[in-house]
């Protein structure tokens, strides 16, 4: 089965701060995702990769960097948080030849004060 | 660009009555459809997964077909338990293999 991590599973910070958020998975997937989840919103789509060194804008892309380091590892970057970033973030990673099914992580709890 | 509409918000339901979550669907390309469940506190996890135009694809009691005529992937039970409240969400995978969620539909069970 999938396995998929997240560090830090909680975060507070203060406005303007910088943060990253950590994913790992061990299942050799190709792709790998970072969602946010809002009541009312549901999951969206913040960026997505392809395979090492690649990066895919989502859908709700704006105040958000990533970076994929290597297969196994995908990073989120809020360079300036808001509070409007305060969210539940899921990563997520799967393979093309599943359909691209979705398996994900535990997910962090934000909270830009 | 590829879009998922859901039975938006709450629906309540008595325990033992029959569940049915609508899902219609958007697409130009594949169409891959699956139905994620959360459970409070934890991360979606797949319930069920299609691609076969009028074929009924079953999974832990839930049930549903994909009607490619109709654009839709409804999600059934034909008894709702206590366990099976939690939050459900329609995705489609698309074009460049990117996911695209509906915005989720709560089911509250209740004796």
């Known amino acids: 089965e999938a396995a998929v991590t997240q560090s830090p599973r909680n975060k507070v910070t203060v406005t303007g701060g910088n943060v990253t958020l950590s994913c790992r998975q061990t299942n050799s997937h190709n792709y790998m995702y970072w969602y946010r989840q809002d009541t009312g919103h549901g999951l969206r789509l913040i960026h997505y990769s392809y395979g090492a060194g690649n990066l895919q804008i989502g859908d709700v892309p704006d105040g958000y960097k990533a970076t994929r380091t290597t297969q196994e590892d995908f990073f989120l970057l809020l360079e300036l948080a808001s509070p409007s970033q305060t969210s539940l973030y899921f990563c997520?990673?799967?393979?093309?030849?599943?359909?691209?099914?979705?398996?994900f992580g535990p997910g962090t709890r934000l909270t830009v004060l | 660009g590829d879009s998922v509409t859901q039975t938006e918000g709450l629906v309540t339901l008595t325990e033992g009555l029959p569940v049915m979550l609508n899902c219609t669907y958007q697409?130009?390309?594949?169409?891959?459809l699956f139905w994620y469940v959360q459970h409070l506190n934890e991360a979606p996890k797949l319930l069920l997964k299609s691609s076969t135009d009028n074929k009924r694809t079953e999974h832990q009691g839930f049930h549903a077909t994909l009607h490619k005529s109709s654009s839709s992937f409804h999600l059934q039970k034909s008894s709702a338990q206590l366990s099976d409240s939690a939050l459900y969400y329609c995705?489609?995978?698309?074009?460049?293999?990117?996911?695209?969620f509906g915005k989720g539909t709560s089911l509250v069970v209740h004796p």
């Open positions: 697409t130009a390309y594949s169409t891959f």
């Open positions: 997520a990673s799967s393979d093309f030849r599943d359909w691209v099914e979705q398996y």
């Open positions: 995705a489609l995978t698309g074009g460049n293999y990117k996911p695209t």
